[in-house]
C-alpha cells in the first residue's frame, strides 16, 4: 500500500511578517497542527535569562533547549506549569532568541521537538528555515516579506495589545539588527527555501495573504496526489 506522508506548509520569513498570523489561521481552515518554531528559540532564551546563563554559553544554552518542560495547548504557551504566552513576546527575550539561534548546539537541540509536530493531518510550521531545514520535503513552501516600516508598525501593535511600551524608531532599529543577525548567520540562515513561493505582504491584508496560501496549497496538493 502506497502511504503519502504527513503534508506540511512551511511559511518562514523575517521578524513581524505577518506569518504567525497566516500561519495560524491556515493551520484553524485545514484543521492542521501549528508549529510557532520561534516560540521555542524564545523559550531557550526566556529560561537562560531568568536562569542567568550567559547568552554564548553554547553548552548550558543547549541543555536548556534539549530539556525544556514546555507545552502548547489551547493557542497558550507553557513553561513548567507557568503561562509565558506573552512574556516570550517582550523584545528583550526575541532578541535573545536571535542571539541563541546562531548557535548551533541550541539549533540541533531543537530538532527533535519541532520534527514531533509533523502529525496527521498535518502540520503548518513558522520560523526562519522551516522549509530549508527542518522540513525539506514540505509539500508548499512559502516566504513572507513585508517593507522594515510595515513589519515595525505591526510589532508596534502587537506590543502595545500585549501591555508592552514601545518606540517606533527603536522598533525599527531592532528589526534591522535582528534581521541582518538571522540572515547573516552561518548556520540556518534566513532566506528563501528552495521551491519556495515569496509573498510580500507590506500592502496587503491578512484575509489576502491567507488567501493566496490556501491557493498555493490546493494547487500542491493536487501535483502530490
Ligand atoms: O519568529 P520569532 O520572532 O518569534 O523568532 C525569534 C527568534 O528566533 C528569531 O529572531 C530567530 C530565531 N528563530 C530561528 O532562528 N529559527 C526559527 N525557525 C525560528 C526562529
Given at each position: 500500500m502506497h502511504t503519502h506522508p504527513v503534508p506540511v506548509i512551511t511559511i518562514d520569513g523575517p521578524t513581524a511578517s505577518g506569518k504567525g498570523t497566516v500561519a495560524h489561521i491556515v493551520a484553524d481552515l485545514l484543521g492542521f497542527h501549528y508549529l510557532d518554531s520561534g516560540a521555542l528559540y524564545r523559550l531557550t532564551a526566556l529560561s537562560a535569562l531568568r536562569k542567568d546563563t550567559p547568552l554564548t554559553d553554547e553548552h548550558a544554552l543547549a541543555k536548556l533547549a534539549e530539556h525544556l518542560p514546555c507545552h502548547f495547548t489551547g493557542g497558550e504557551i507553557f513553561l513548567a506549569n507557568e503561562n509565558v504566552?506573552?512574556?516570550i513576546r517582550a523584545e528583550a527575550v526575541g532578541n535573545?532568541?536571535?542571539?541563541i539561534a546562531t548557535l548551533p548546539m541550541v539549533r540541533h537541540a531543537l530538532l527533535g521537538l519541532q520534527l514531533s509536530f509533523r502529525r496527521a493531518?498535518?502540520?503548518?510550521?513558522?520560523?526562519?528555515?522551516?522549509g530549508s531545514v527542518i522540513f525539506p520535503t514540505a509539500t508548499l513552501k512559502i516566504f513572507l516579506l513585508a517593507s522594515p516600516e510595515a513589519r515595525a508598525q505591526r510589532r508596534y501593535k502587537q506590543l502595545i495589545e500585549k501591555g508592552?511600551?514601545?518606540n517606533m524608531e527603536d522598533l525599527c532599529k531592532d528589526l534591522l539588527e535582528r534581521d541582518a543577525r538571522d540572515a547573516n548567520r552561518a548556520i540556518a540562515p534566513l532566506k528563501p527555501a528552495q521551491g519556495a513561493y515569496v509573498l510580500d505582504t507590506s500592502h496587503m491584508?491578512?484575509?489576502?495573504a491567507v488567501a493566496q496560501v490556501m491557493a498555493w496549497y490546493a494547487a500542491a496538493k493536487k501535483v502530490v496526489q
Open positions: 504566552s506573552d512574556a535573545a532568541a536571535s542571539k493531518p498535518g502540520l503548518v510550521a513558522d520560523g526562519r528555515d522551516m508592552f511600551s514601545a491584508g491578512i484575509d489576502e
